[in-house]
């Protein structure tokens, strides 16, 4: 046991001596400490619900705008689906076929949307305060927090809507004529970096208690962003894997299940994001591996 001590205690040394290692251990351990996992669960039970709504909503939205250009209405759907690897197939084939009655459907949706998004928005507006460590009788009041709850609905809105579009441009043939395929989708690539590094940026800002500088928030961006870009790109493999492990057990069930699980990673990496932020802006770290 003592030879195990000695070399836990050298570890917890090591990790306090550099700062690279340091800072992770530092973020691990506040995300711990927040109960993070706890706080990303119930976003995520929030998420799930706004999940159908929003894309019943902007497929009818399609279906309406669009009627005269199924091609262009293929490429958008594709592309926002495309947020959701392995999972978009069954998604679509269990949505599309209600935008017939688009009024009614916009109508429900709507409301049902404007629901899930709130709590969405309240679940990442207290993860965001209790990561800050803001006591709750210091919280704003709450046509505040209203305010920062309709402007965080507005930013991952537009950051999933910017980043189909960045998406639908690599399927474009003109553009794949003109730029080559390679070209094309290395633009691609960049271009929805560069747009989920903005949103990030905007989110974290939104969601802070206090007011700070755009660089305060740059890594807690460039982590999310670029996070969240190579979990796209590893999406499919990732999303294939857990439901190749659900589906013998769960059958159908296994696509909710993957949904969630893929909502569930994304909020993490958020949650993640804004603890980075947390641990530089206050400088909390180096921390010991040990509990006090």
Same mark, same amino acid.
Request: glycine share 10%; proline share 3%; net charge positive.
């Given at each position: ?5 000695? !070399? #836990? ?6 990790q306090?001596?550099?700062s ?6 530092? $973020? ?36 309406v705008?669009? @009627? ?24 679509e ?10 009024l ?15 709590g ?24 505040i927090?209203?305010r920062r709850e ?7 809105? !537009? ?5 189909? #579009? ?20 290395? =633009?691609?690539l960049?271009?929805? $970096? ?8 905007f989110?974290? @800002?939104?969601l802070?208690?206090?007011?700070h ?17 190579a ?6 493999a ?14 159908? #069930? ?11 990673? =994304? ?15 206050? @400088?909390?770290?180096p @921390? ?5």
């Open positions: 046991m003592k030879a195990i001590d000695r !070399a #836990f205690a050298a570890v917890d040394q090591f306090q001596r550099h690279f290692t340091a800072i992770i251990s530092a $973020c691990v351990r506040s995300y711990s400490d927040a109960r993070g996992s706890m706080l990303a669960g119930l976003t995520t039970f929030y998420g799930f619900l706004a999940t159908f709504p929003l894309l019943l909503l902007f497929f009818t939205a399609v279906a705008v669009l @009627k005269n250009n199924p091609e262009l209405q293929a490429r958008l759907i594709n592309a926002v689906l495309s947020q959701f690897p392995d999972l978009g197939r069954n998604l084939d269990q949505i599309h076929t209600l935008s017939a009655n688009s009614a459907v916009g109508l429900v949706t709507s409301l049902g949307l404007l629901w899930g998004g709130l969405v928005a309240r679940a990442l507006t207290h993860a965001s305060t209790t990561l800050w460590g803001v006591p709750r009788v210091d919280e704003p009041p709450f046509w927090r209203l309709v402007g965080i609905i507005f930013v991952v809105g !537009a950051t999933i809507l910017a980043g189909a #579009f960045a998406t639908a441009l690599s399927t474009n043939r003109v553009a794949e004529s003109v730029f080559g395929s390679t070209w094309l989708h290395l =633009g691609e960049a271009l929805s $970096c560069a747009v989920n590094v903005i949103g990030y940026f989110a974290l @800002k939104l802070a208690p206090t007011k500088t755009w660089r305060t928030f740059a890594p807690g961006a460039i982590l999310g962003g670029l996070g969240w870009s979990v796209l790109s590893l999406g499919s990732l999303v294939a894997h857990h439901l190749g492990s659900l589906g013998a057990l769960y059958g159908v #069930f296994a696509v909710v299940l993957g949904l969630v699980f893929w909502i569930n990673l =994304g909020t993490q990496l958020f949650l993640y994001a804004t603890t980075l932020t947390v641990v530089l802006q206050t @400088k909390d770290w @921390k010991s591996l040990r509990r006090s």
